[in-house]
């Protein structure tokens, strides 16, 4: 057995491989981590998630060198974009597709110009400062390379970025960073889909992720996050995403259950008329344990927020899910909405759902509500004396249950692979990709 000790965790990656111009932000980062507390059972937000997972193994190595094929895993056929291609946390050039597009950067940072560092430097570990997760700061102890992209103000992005975060099983177990920074000047508008993989075969290493997003004044990004890696993974990161005025960002992020799955998304509302729409789909089965906590901060007036969650677990898997929202006093006339719903296909299945609202201010419309249920009897009636099996039947009904979130997706080849997934995940490839009737 390993042991996820956290003064050796701290020096894993050591500076032999870091970028010089990150190393006073990588002993930022090492400091917070050593003065943090690793979370417990008995911290709140970590109440329903225990970290013994990672005492199962020992995590702490540095990765091999790997290579592998971009395949079916990590494409999505038809897609017109950019793709840049991270192995275990290590770019790979001859993996990736870069295409030109003016106002629009999109770099490893281990190949970033002057004026890329400048953006680098002007926003990196700025935006989740703050978050109260340890585990960012593990991400920046970590740091050792990333990827950059930046729109500039007025530009729209032709093509979405594409970046894939592709899991290579090796000798030893062990643990990488993976690192986004995601800018956009103001009027700027852009596609990006972080896509989380691993090839066939238990995966047997730790991944620590962290994304930060800037939005600009009347910027607009639409923000895709797929966790699709083998389910046992254990992937434990944050998505930050800054608001300017009159910003807004459309979030989609689609979650495979795993060994230990964790994802964390703060938004913060720091321009007035800023808006997000953030909508999740998360499946888990077997024994897999998977949690999603979002915390909205509304710190100015008139913002707006819409959360819908969807979650499907079977066998005896756990899920999780904790949404927050936090108005500030100065933030009236705020408009905020949360719904997650949870549909159970067993009876050893287990979901902890726990819905937030604080609001300090006397101006606002909001509003909060989450449900636990087992598959509808009067629908699976209906579709039973209609000569359909049962189990045919809860497949059905499953699937209409979290559809709706990924039927209207605008990038058409990503649609059609979401529903791939989907209907693979409940047995059904052939026959539920297409739009349902």
Same mark, same amino acid.
């Given at each position: ?71 079916? /895993?990590?494409?999505? %056929?038809?897609?017109? &974009?950019? #793709? *840049?291609?991270? +192995?275990? !946390? $290590?770019? @790979? ?75 290579? /099983?090796?000798?030893? %177990?062990?643990?990488? &960073?993976? #690192? *986004?920074?995601? +800018?956009? !000047? $103001?009027? @700027? ?94 499946? @888990? ?153």
């Amino acid at each position: 057995m390993g042991a996820f000790d956290q003064n050796l965790a701290a020096r894993l990656f050591g500076d032999a491989q870091a970028l010089p111009w990150l190393a006073a932000q990588r002993e930022a980062a090492r400091a917070q981590w050593l003065g943090a507390s690793l979370p417990t059972r008995k911290t709140e937000s970590w109440k329903y998630t225990s970290l013994e997972s990672l005492n199962q193994r020992d995590y702490l190595n540095r990765p091999g060198p790997a290579s592998a094929p971009i395949d079916a /895993a990590a494409l999505i %056929a038809g897609l017109d &974009a950019d #793709r *840049l291609v991270f +192995v275990n !946390g $290590r770019y @790979a050039p001859g993996l990736s597709q870069l295409g030109h597009q003016p106002g629009v950067r999109a770099v490893s940072f281990r190949e970033a110009n002057p004026g890329d560092r400048a953006v680098i430097e002007g926003a990196l570990g700025q935006i989740a400062a703050g978050s109260g997760n340890p585990f960012a700061a593990l991400n920046g102890c970590w740091l050792e390379d990333g990827v950059l992209f930046h729109v500039g103000a007025g530009v729209k992005a032709a093509r979405p970025l594409h970046v894939v975060h592709l899991g290579v /099983a090796q000798p030893e %177990a062990f643990a990488h &960073a993976q #690192r *986004l920074l995601v +800018v956009l !000047g $103001r009027g @700027a508008e852009a596609g990006l889909i972080e896509h989380f993989a691993s090839l066939p075969g238990e995966h047997n290493g730790f991944v620590s992720g962290s994304t930060e997003i800037r939005v600009g004044e009347s910027a607009q990004l639409r923000h895709y996050r797929l966790h699709l890696e083998e389910e046992h993974a254990i992937h434990i990161g944050g998505v930050y995403v800054e608001l300017g005025r009159a910003a807004l960002c459309e979030s989609l992020v689609l979650a495979l259950g795993a060994r230990l799955k964790r994802l964390d998304l703060r938004v913060r509302h720091l321009g007035a008329g800023s808006e997000c729409r953030l909508n999740g789909v998360y499946l @888990a089965r077997r024994e897999q344990h998977i949690d999603l906590h979002t915390s909205v901060e509304h710190e100015v007036a008139q913002g707006t927020t819409h959360q819908v969650y969807r979650g499907i677990v079977d066998d005896a898997a756990r899920a999780v899910f904790n949404g927050r929202i936090h108005i500030h006093p100065q933030a009236q006339k705020s408009n905020a909405d949360l719904s997650n719903r949870n549909l159970l296909l067993s009876n050893a299945a287990e979901v902890n759902t726990k819905p937030e609202l604080e609001i300090y201010a006397d101006d606002v419309r909001c509003s909060h509500g989450a449900t636990v249920s087992r598959i509808d009897e009067k629908s699976l009636y209906y579709l039973l004396t209609r000569g359909i099996g049962r189990r045919e039947a809860e497949v059905l009904l499953g699937f209409g249950f979290i559809n709706e979130l990924v039927r209207d997706i605008p990038i058409e080849p990503l649609g059609v692979a979401l529903r791939a997934v989907l209907s693979g995940w409940f047995g059904r490839a052939d026959e539920l990709q297409g739009e349902p009737s």
